[in-house]
């Protein structure tokens, strides 16, 4: 599979609104003739990726379902609750799924108090971590590269994931059009982050799309220019 057959889907899950993904082969145009999804789209099959799995997930599940994708793994861009509390259901859903992590915040997944969830109605404890990730690792997507980038500051282990041909980077909510990630939580630390942003995802070309964990897209190049957060016209 080449860049320009990627597909990432996104959904707007759970009442932080967070935007989770799924990553997968783009299927042929619809021929005569050819086979369709529940709602009309082709039928996509093949292996997947999700990244993030939000509050109330169900709506990402019914995508996989219908389109026949086979979900190998969960990339988690960091851990707090609004980001893994739909693991359960996915991982009930798709048993073997391997789930990555950065080292830094494998204790989060199943620690309220980490993942922030210890101070709400019903804490969030989601199954342990099946591998870890680290800074400059490279994931194969049926042959499409992802390289993982450390991007810590909103959390100690927050990831990006890059994917250079396709023009795409995936930042978790270390950036966010026309802001940056909260730095006042345990763990935080605004000038981590700031740097963050700075070495690891402004220094990706301009045209790059930066789909946040929050929000609408954007593109590096508008952040750069304009980001007040981030410090506009930053290298």
């Avoid at 009442?15 to 003739?33: D, F, I, Q, S």
């Avoid at 379902?65 to 609750?81: E, G, M, Y």
């Avoid at 991007?151 to 966010?176: E, R, Y």
Wanted: glycine content about 10%; some cysteine.
């Amino acid at each position: 599979m080449t860049a320009s057959e990627l597909t990432i889907k996104s959904f707007t899950l759970g009442p932080w609104m967070t935007n989770c993904y799924v990553l997968h082969r783009t299927p042929a145009e619809a021929k005569p003739g050819a086979r369709k999804a529940a709602r009309g789209e082709p039928i996509a099959g093949g292996p997947c990726w999700i990244v993030d799995a939000g509050f109330a997930p169900a709506p990402l599940i019914q995508y996989l379902k219908d389109r026949r994708l086979q979900p190998a793994k969960v990339v988690i861009t960091h851990a707090h609750l609004d980001h893994i509390a739909g693991l359960f259901e996915i991982q009930q859903e798709f048993p073997g799924i391997e789930i990555l992590i950065h080292a830094a915040e494998k204790d989060f997944l199943t620690d309220p108090e980490l993942n922030l969830s210890a101070a709400m109605d019903e804490e969030v404890v989601a199954p342990p971590a099946t591998g870890l990730l680290e800074h400059g690792q490279v994931l194969s997507l049926e042959g499409v590269a992802f390289e993982v980038r450390h991007t810590p500051g909103h959390s100690p282990g927050g990831i990006s994931l890059i994917q250079a041909q396709a023009a795409v980077a995936l930042v978790g909510d270390a950036l966010f059009a026309g802001s940056v990630g909260r730095t006042d939580f345990p763990g935080s630390d605004h000038q981590t982050l700031i740097d963050s942003i700075r070495t690891q995802l402004f220094t990706l070309p301009d045209a790059t799309q930066v789909l946040s964990g929050h929000g609408p897209p954007t593109t590096i190049g508008q952040e750069k220019r304009h980001n007040p957060y981030a410090g506009a016209g930053a290298a």
